[in-house]
């Protein structure tokens, strides 16, 4: 059988040309290159799929107390992270008829896959006793769903700012097309509230987990508190979008202070603070 680590790393270079294409296709304006990208983009993401599901049967062909769904540690949810990220901009491209995220979506995806490659955690090893319970699966599914919704809300809020930026030049704009304000605004208004939703499931599976593994459903541990942080700022944004009418800039700024809180809670606490969550560098 084909190894999915090699498959893994041929999709890293294909979701970095795909980011190179559709960065062409935006500063350029040709459409040529942006449908190429898309293409090249669905074969990032098949890829990808391949991968993650080859590793998952290796893992059993490797023995019952090997076989695990692929979640378990750092290089395996950076997989994950990446697909949830190729999946959720596939889906914005098409219902938006927009490949100017790309340029920053299929990015973010090559880097995960990138950063995956160097942990030395990407060897199929037993699952901890922590680990083996089928809310592990729930809880990184609907954790990491959260994250890419956040994750492509952050390109589109960095396409906001700097639209506003080029829509206080002299008329006849600048030299890259981006989407009008009022669409990029509300995007990142839905992609919030998507990854919002994912994102509580994803504290509620995980507290009935930490019950099921450690006896109680909260325990303060870094990972837990940086999630409820991370929790805190999207309530924060969609509550001031809803209740004070804010938009455009503010929320935008919202956004990636946000993202930046994903990524603390993601790779920040597993290297820089330790508790529960520092097994494997596992990250909730």
């Given at each position: 059988?084909?190894?999915?680590?090699?498959?893994?790393?041929?999709?890293?270079?294909?979701?970095?040309?795909?980011?190179?294409?559709?960065?062409?296709?935006?500063?350029?304006?040709?459409?040529?290159?942006?449908?190429?990208?898309?293409?090249?983009?669905?074969?990032?993401?098949?890829?990808?799929?391949?991968?993650?599901?080859?590793?998952?049967?290796?893992?059993?062909?490797?023995?019952?107390?090997?076989?695990?769904?692929?979640?378990?540690?750092?290089?395996?949810?950076?997989?994950?992270?990446?697909?949830?990220?190729?999946?959720?901009?596939?889906?914005?491209?098409?219902?938006?008829?927009?490949?100017?995220?790309?340029?920053?979506?299929?990015?973010?995806?090559?880097?995960?896959?990138?950063?995956?490659?160097?942990?030395?955690?990407?060897?199929?090893?037993?699952?901890?006793?922590?680990l083996k319970s089928n809310w592990l699966i729930a809880h990184v599914i609907t954790c990491f769903l959260g994250y890419a919704a956040f994750a492509v809300a952050?390109?589109?809020?960095?396409?906001?700012?700097?639209?506003?930026?080029?829509?206080?030049?002299?008329?006849?704009?600048?030299?890259?097309?981006?989407?009008?304000?009022?669409?990029?605004?509300?995007?990142?208004?839905?992609?919030?509230?998507?990854?919002?939703?994912?994102?509580?499931?994803?504290?509620?599976?995980?507290?009935?987990?930490?019950?099921?593994?450690?006896?109680?459903?909260?325990?303060?541990?870094?990972?837990?508190?940086?999630?409820?942080?991370?929790?805190?700022?999207?309530?924060?944004?969609l509550h001031f979008r809803m209740m004070r009418g804010w938009r455009g800039r503010r929320i935008a700024i919202l956004s990636i202070l946000g993202f930046l809180?994903?990524?603390?809670?993601?790779?920040?606490?597993?290297?820089?603070?330790?508790?529960?969550?520092?097994?494997?560098?596992?990250?909730?």
């Amino acid at each position: 059988m084909v190894d999915n680590s090699l498959i893994l790393s041929i999709v890293t270079f294909i979701y970095g040309l795909a980011g190179v294409l559709y960065l062409i296709s935006w500063i350029f304006r040709k459409e040529m290159p942006g449908r190429l990208a898309t293409r090249i983009s669905w074969v990032a993401l098949a890829g990808n799929t391949i991968g993650i599901l080859l590793r998952w049967v290796q893992s059993y062909r490797m023995g019952s107390e090997y076989g695990h769904a692929p979640f378990s540690n750092m290089y395996e949810s950076l997989v994950f992270f990446a697909w949830t990220i190729g999946v959720i901009y596939i889906v914005v491209e098409r219902r938006y008829k927009t490949r100017t995220l790309g340029a920053i979506a299929a990015p973010l995806a090559c880097l995960a896959l990138a950063y995956a490659s160097l942990e030395p955690s990407s060897a199929i090893e037993p699952l901890i006793p922590a680990l083996k319970s089928n809310w592990l699966i729930a809880h990184v599914i609907t954790c990491f769903l959260g994250y890419a919704a956040f994750a492509v809300a952050f390109a589109v809020s960095i396409l906001y700012l700097v639209k506003s930026k080029e829509e206080l030049k002299a008329e006849g704009g600048g030299l890259i097309h981006i989407p009008p304000s009022e669409l990029l605004d509300e995007l990142t208004h839905q992609l919030v509230m998507f990854g919002f939703l994912f994102l509580t499931v994803g504290i509620i599976t995980g507290a009935v987990w930490a019950k099921q593994a450690w006896t109680r459903y909260w325990s303060w541990d870094p990972k837990e508190t940086w999630s409820l942080i991370t929790w805190l700022i999207y309530a924060a944004l969609l509550h001031f979008r809803m209740m004070r009418g804010w938009r455009g800039r503010r929320i935008a700024i919202l956004s990636i202070l946000g993202f930046l809180a994903v990524l603390f809670t993601y790779f920040g606490v597993n290297y820089f603070l330790s508790g529960l969550h520092s097994y494997g560098a596992f990250s909730q």
